[in-house]
């Protein structure tokens, strides 16, 4: 497959944050790999838009917001089960920071996500109670841009929500497996795979954008 970005379409380049890449509170191995793939590919879209995981402090999937509870698991919320994660992208800290090596000086458009102390966001367009939205389903219709290459991290977490939610959307998604990461909790690729099959969502590599 071979695939030239139109003008109706746009790269979405999912959380490439200092906390998500190596030396961060919620690394993710090689994270920080993936960062040329992904600059190479913002030249050759006209349209790029960034997420920004944006938590305050005390988070409701913070492991720390309940006492005694291990990282990594779960609690039942009034939205559903939410994995419990090290404090992570806190507001205003430079773990929320966009790692510096990130090179995409023309993108229009950063959405902040998992800003609310008591709901967290894994997909660029829901909260994770799947009904609040983000305002990207929105932006994306005003500017008439109907499919998106996603990159970045977590392909197994906030990489899948937003794809799936993406198609439910109605906008044609394509995930760029090989410049995204996975968190890689027990089971969470081979299900990230499985509902990508389910939904619809295309996996392709960086080298058939041409």
């Avoid at 790999?33 to 999937?61: K, M, Y």
């Avoid at 609040?132 to 290459?149: N, Q, S, V």
Wanted: charged share 20%.
């Amino acid at each position: 497959m071979h695939l030239k970005p139109l003008p109706t379409d746009a790269l979405l380049v999912i959380d490439m944050q200092n906390d998500f890449c190596p030396g961060g509170a919620l690394a993710i191995a090689g994270g920080d790999i993936i960062i040329p793939a992904i600059n190479d590919l913002g030249r050759r879209f006209e349209h790029v838009l960034l997420t920004q995981d944006w938590h305050p402090a005390n988070h409701v999937s913070f492991a720390s917001a309940h006492p005694g509870a291990p990282l990594y698991s779960t609690i039942e919320t009034t939205y559903g089960t939410q994995t419990l994660w090290p404090d992570h992208c806190v507001q205003q800290s430079p773990g929320a920071d966009f790692h510096p090596a990130l090179d995409l000086p023309h993108a229009e458009l950063i959405v902040r996500k998992g800003f609310r102390a008591r709901i967290d966001s894994y997909s660029a367009f829901l909260e994770n109670d799947h009904a609040t939205p983000t305002g990207l389903a929105g932006y994306l219709r005003d500017r008439k841009l109907t499919r998106l290459f996603l990159c970045g991290l977590a392909y197994d977490f906030c990489v899948r929500f937003s794809a799936i939610d993406g198609t439910a959307l109605g906008f044609e998604c394509l995930v760029l497996e090989d410049a995204s990461r996975s968190v890689n909790l027990p089971n969470s690729i081979a299900s990230t795979n499985l509902a990508f099959a389910e939904f619809g969502v295309k996996r392709i590599a960086a080298a058939e954008i041409t």
